[in-house]
């Protein structure tokens, strides 16, 4: 092997390990950017859940108050 191949063949590894280094940090990139999306979602579904839970009694008490209100309509018409 001459001078020059050497040369060549030392350059394309430098290039390749530098290429590896990026490969690496874009995988690792989009694995934590499929974390936070996954934790993003989850935090969204688990604010709607607990609102409603939150909110339930009074969703409750409106449905009460508008089916009494709704029978006495019906009632007041006889």
Do not use: C, D, H
């Not at 530098?18 to 999306?37: P, Q, V």
């Amino acid at each position: 092997m001459n001078l020059e191949e050497k040369e060549l063949l030392e350059r394309t590894l430098k290039i390749s390990e530098e290429n590896n280094k990026i490969l690496k940090s874009m995988r690792r990139a989009g694995r934590l950017g499929t974390a936070f999306r996954i934790f993003y979602w989850l935090v969204i579904i688990g604010l709607g859940f607990g609102t409603y839970y939150f909110i339930e009694p009074y969703v409750k008490q409106f449905n009460s108050v508008y089916s009494q209100f709704n029978s006495t309509i019906k009632n007041f018409g006889r």
